[in-house]
DNA sequence: ATTCCGTTTATGTCTAGACTATATATAGGG
DNA sequence: CCCTATATATAGTCTAGACATAAACGGAAT
């Protein structure tokens, strides 16, 4: 009686990891929950909705309530800045500009963030580091045609992930994880041996249909990434 | 008049990116919203619930409710079997077991899943291939205190993943990411140099407090993994 | 000044009831 | 036998109102 969602939510999440309610089979519909648990459809809903989001069940009007065959895995990252993933750790974040330059953007990265030809981007190397280690390189393009105030900010004290953020804290993003192989000059920069391989993210970001910039970030050697779920 | 919690949503979304409301500010609480937007709390409360989960704003009682200062990136992936990853590009999946044993738990595995000393372990070394092209090395432990059925399961035909996900389907999981060198053994299995960046995968898997299993997937070279937030 | 405590305020949740949307089942017509 | 209306079951959402809970605030006692 008098149950919350919540022990609405987990006591239906130990029915089904028990394996009383069996993978593909259907649930009690809501009004019979309801009564059961004592307590309103709304909060039998609630608690059904979030194991739902959650990849558990599949609800579908008028069908039902199943436990899904097999559950969605899915893990959740929290992208930080590498400044507050630096800061994390407790280690001393610094920062540093490589390179500054104006270019026309190349085939390959006007492909990726489609733009027109002969468009400028301006490109952006610099590293991150933790404790005064290497920690992160960045190698960034930012859509000129989109961003044109980005020509006169300076990123010689903040990295332009950071002056991203603020400029536009809202936008859509595709990411990619990959290994590559260290060349001689991420070597140097990430002062580790050529040949290492090396943990990358790229990642394209988009604000109202415009690209705005495509940043590749290579990790120090042995770098991980790791999540919960 | 007579919103809805996607109306209201999209309609504060809107507010957020445009600018009108500004990253830290301070937004309208629930009852005068609900009075600009014509509806009842309840539906102004769905709606803040879900920009909240989403990261873009921040709730705290009497507080009230504010913009991210930097919204909470977050990427979201879903971790598909292999089989499904290889058999939605539309190519033809191939299981081989390379090797099975039952071995006394090296201590990285008894500290990684907390066993106790002189524990069993199945050991399974397994390939999955894409139209015959080896497309991921699985190094798989199986922890037999909890799951003693594996020492009687056949995966010479269907590869453990896919028995784990019938036999404990819902688990809890620690996932980490990072690259990896090739050595000769896995150049070899992966048909690629030696000295290769591999894309690896590690994943450690609980149910009810108990450790069951721990895998290392190793990509072929060249493996992204992608998703959009 | 600092600590403690009650007040206030915004969010968090629950309820009973209503209406809506959608997928399925069924009956009737060609 | 197939197609098409119609009925029906179930989830999805909204409402008005109530009470619960956390946290900020202000004043009182130290």
Not at 118 to 134: K, N, Q, S, T
């Amino acid at each position: 009686m008098n149950a919350t969602y919540k022990d609405v939510k987990s006591d239906i999440l130990s029915k089904i990891t028990s394996g009383h309610w069996q993978p593909g089979s259907l649930i009690p519909n809501e009004i019979e929950l309801a009564e059961t648990y004592g307590c309103a459809r709304a909060t039998v809903n609630r608690a059904m909705r979030e194991l739902a989001d959650d990849g558990l069940i599949e609800r579908r009007r008028k069908a039902g309530t199943r436990v899904r065959a097999s559950p969605i895995r899915q893990a959740r990252f929290d992208i930080p800045l590498v400044r507050r993933e630096i800061e994390d750790k407790g280690a001393e974040y610094r920062y540093s500009l490589a390179s500054r330059s104006i270019e026309t953007a190349p085939d390959w990265l006007r492909t990726r963030l489609q733009l027109g030809q002969g468009a400028d981007a301006l490109h952006l190397v610099c590293m991150h580091y933790a404790d005064g280690d290497p920690f992160q390189h960045e190698d960034r393009w930012i859509n000129l045609e989109v961003l044109p105030q980005a020509r006169d900010a300076d990123f010689s004290q903040v990295g332009p992930n950071e002056w991203l953020v603020s400029t536009i804290p809202f936008s859509t993003a595709e990411i990619s994880f990959s290994a590559t192989l260290a060349d001689r000059a991420l070597a140097e920069y990430l002062a580790c041996d050529t040949g290492a391989p090396l943990f990358t993210v790229e990642r394209a970001t988009w604000f109202e249909g415009d690209a705005n910039t495509f940043v590749r970030l290579t990790y120090r050697p042995g770098h991980r990434m790791t999540t919960r779920y």
